[in-house]
């Protein structure tokens, strides 16, 4: 329910971000599932100080680290994992792959290793113009390699970049 969440003093870990309609709140991580629209995990992001004592932190980071704890109960399960910006990265891309999971999300600043400027110029200059990117990623066994794919599409001025582990149709 929302008791408490009016009410600053009842709310776990307030955090101020200046972008959001409502700059004062609770700022959480949740997992959903597409076809029920059930949040399935949730984490409140309680503050760098917190985050270090987190399963995977200091192997993987902070974002690929709360990704993985996200779906930990799925890992191995082929399900694929659909991220916003703040979880899209070749990183967490590669680390769900070796758990037995696909990524694909949207990349706008998390661009370590990404071809993000090759992708901008490849992709044509109407709106609806796309291009694709693919290579293989080497897993950590080493002895595998599957394809990773860089997209990008055209919406008006803008270029969209995406990371996927599978295939980029249907």
């Given at each position: 329910g929302r008791e408490?969440?009016?009410d600053p003093k009842k709310c776990p870990k307030l955090s101020w971000v200046p972008r959001k309609p409502e700059p004062l709140g609770v700022e959480c991580k949740c997992t959903n599932d597409a076809l029920s629209g059930m949040m399935l995990h949730i984490e409140i992001?309680?503050?760098?100080?917190?985050?270090?004592?987190?399963?995977?932190?200091?192997?993987?980071g902070h974002t690929t680290a709360t990704t993985l704890r996200m779906t930990e109960p799925w890992h191995g399960?082929?399900?694929?994992v659909f991220?916003?910006?703040?979880?899209?990265?070749l990183k967490?891309?590669?680390?769900?792959?070796?758990?037995?999971?696909?990524?694909?999300?949207?990349?706008?600043?998390?661009?370590?290793?990404?071809?993000?400027?090759?992708?901008?110029m490849a992709t044509g200059k109407g709106s609806g113009d796309w291009a694709?990117?693919?290579?293989?990623?080497?897993?950590?066994?080493?002895?595998?390699?599957?394809?990773?794919?860089?997209?990008?599409?055209?919406?008006?001025?803008v270029v969209h970049k995406f990371i996927a582990t599978c295939g980029t149709t249907l």
């Open positions: 408490g969440l009016g992001c309680e503050g760098k100080l917190r985050h270090i004592d987190q399963k995977h932190y200091h192997e993987f399960s082929g399900r694929v991220g916003d910006s703040w979880f899209a990265g967490t891309a590669r680390e769900l792959l070796e758990r037995g999971m696909h990524f694909i999300g949207d990349v706008k600043t998390n661009r370590k290793s990404f071809p993000g400027n090759e992708l901008t694709v990117y693919s290579a293989d990623l080497e897993l950590g066994n080493q002895d595998e390699l599957v394809p990773i794919y860089s997209v990008s599409q055209r919406r008006g001025g």
